[in-house]
């Protein structure tokens, strides 16, 4: 009778499990499913049009590792992608609805994932949403009388912004849908990945704050290597560059968008400082109405993540400009004047590193899970 009891006890609690879990995958796939399809429709509507795609604009930040190749030819090939991703995306929903294994479906997607992630910060991705994110200061100090930044404002949501979004977006999601899937290959926790010989592995709360540490370093003394030589020319010493091409950048009124991207990059640096700090995990005293309270984490996840996604298409863009001869106050890179894309080098490193901080942080945060009861 006990052992019928215990079998009865253990079949109430993996069912409902199995079927949140198929639930939960199966939402995942079909969100994902119809956001690929929509943007396939869009990239063929775009394609029909006979207008160019938005994918860059020739400008040296818009400057990817497939920026050479025939407009029609990129628009045309992120188009199929979503629709494959569509299509793979629904079998996926599909399977996970009849709560059955299809053959291959896991690698199929693992695949998708690494093929999103690639062309998305690597080959068509670049910098310009990192570049927003650092001129947001310059931008909010200058709009109401600078009309080079009134100019500029409505390409901060123009066509080939947008593409940049959607496809870190999708990026995202095939991440997720992966993740998601590979834990219910191996029978783990939907919810937390966990399974059964996962304890004190690499991706434990113990091992994650060791290695969570280093990342945090590399990850704050990167950006602000970057900052100290921007804070400096706002200053007019001119770190790493030639003091005639700092003069032309000051006379352009250069020195103040050299502070506002140097003091983001100290803002950065700060931040990332908090997924090891007490301050990360609670808000300080000196916060009207938080002090004390538990900072979520998502607040500090999702930013991070999004940061870190910016940083390795900008780092790839800041790398090929490197090889390109000056132009104007955008000099090539030479030993006179490193200062300007040198310190772009590590920023791949930077990307990485931010990527497994956050990580680590999520690790270290997330407790026990409510679904499956295991921590660590």
């Not at 693992?110 to 310059?138: E, F, N, Q, W």
Request: glycine share 12%; charged share 10%.
């Amino acid at each position: 009778m006990t052992t019928h009891n215990g079998n009865t006890r253990n079949e109430a609690t993996t069912l409902p499990a199995a079927s949140h879990a198929g639930n939960g995958t199966r939402r995942l796939a079909a969100v994902t499913a119809v956001l690929a399809a929509l943007y396939a429709l869009a990239g063929t509507i775009a394609g029909l049009s006979g207008q160019p795609f938005p994918v860059g604009d020739g400008d040296r930040y818009s400057m990817a590792l497939l920026h050479g190749a025939p407009n029609a030819l990129l628009g045309w090939g992120l188009t199929a992608l979503a629709g494959l991703a569509a299509l793979l995306a629904a079998a996926c929903a599909a399977g996970a609805r009849q709560d059955r294994a299809v053959p291959g479906l896991r690698a199929a997607v693992t695949a998708m994932a690494a093929l999103t992630g690639l062309a998305a910060l690597v080959l068509v991705g670049d910098a310009r949403l990192l570049s927003v994110l650092g001129y947001i200061p310059v931008i909010i100090a200058k709009v109401s009388y600078d009309p080079q930044i009134q100019q500029a404002l409505p390409r901060l949501l123009d066509p080939a912004q947008l593409n940049l979004l959607a496809l870190a977006a999708g990026a995202a999601l095939w991440a997720a849908l992966a993740v998601a899937v590979n834990r219910r290959a191996r029978q783990a926790c939907a919810k937390c990945g966990r399974g059964d010989g996962t304890a004190g592995g690499p991706f434990s709360a113990g091992a994650a704050a060791r290695w969570g540490r280093i990342a945090v370093a590399v990850a704050v003394v990167v950006p602000l290597i970057y900052a100290a030589t921007r804070i400096c020319w706002a200053f007019g010493i001119p770190l790493g560059v030639e003091p005639g091409l700092l003069d032309g950048m000051q006379s352009q009124g250069m020195d103040t968008s050299a502070l506002g991207l140097g003091g983001m990059a100290v803002l950065g640096s700060v931040l990332t400082l908090g997924l090891v700090q007490r301050w990360g995990e609670a808000f300080p005293r000196w916060i009207p109405g938080l002090a004390g309270k538990r900072v979520p984490i998502t607040l500090a996840v999702v930013p991070a993540a999004f940061v870190a996604m910016a940083i390795i298409p900008a780092s790839v863009t800041m790398l090929m400009m490197a090889g390109l001869p000056s132009e104007g106050t955008i000099p090539g890179f030479s030993l006179s004047n490193w200062a300007p894309l040198g310190p772009a080098f590590l920023w791949p490193i930077w990307g990485v590193a931010l990527g497994a901080a956050t990580l680590a942080y999520w690790l270290r945060r997330r407790g026990a899970c409510a679904s499956c009861h295991r921590a660590g």
